[in-house]
């Protein structure tokens, strides 16, 4: 078993930056790669970024490339989703999530094993 334990998130105005965290226990951190999505209300929950197992190899979905950047510290068993620029379309809560089986086709969300609790970001205009 994993546990993500998600923090960050909140209310903010367009144009303004926040930056999620996400913390792993309960198994090596490494051996997951890990990615973050997004539900907004009525609407399916859609990939924005991933990232492999040592952090060399990212994917970012079109609608957020250029202004959110996912990373991690493998020596603190967390990943990061920086949002810059951020957008009233931005708006929803985001997730964490792990997979034992990555690659760069991997933005379904049922490919991923492992879910955060979920944070909301507001972006007002």
């Known amino acids: 078993q994993v546990q993500l334990e998600q923090s960050g998130g909140g209310l903010v105005q367009a144009g303004d930056s926040l930056r999620l965290s996400c913390a792993a226990s309960?198994?090596?951190?490494?051996?997951?790669?890990m990615g973050w999505f997004r539900q907004a209300p009525g609407k399916e929950r859609e990939f924005v970024a991933g990232?492999?197992?040592?952090?060399?190899?990212?994917k970012h979905a079109d609608s957020v490339k250029g202004r959110f950047t996912i990373s991690r510290d493998n020596t603190k068993n967390t990943v990061f989703l920086q949002m810059n620029s951020l957008e009233p379309e931005d708006t929803a809560v985001y997730y964490c999530?792990?997979?034992?089986?990555?690659?760069?086709?991997?933005?379904?969300?049922?490919?991923?094993?492992?879910w955060g609790q979920g944070t909301q970001v507001t972006v007002s205009s």
């Open positions: 999530a792990a997979a034992s089986d990555w690659s760069l086709s991997s933005i379904y969300p049922r490919l991923y094993d492992y």
């Open positions: 990232i492999s197992y040592g952090g060399s190899v990212t």
């Open positions: 309960g198994r090596t951190f490494s051996n997951y790669a």
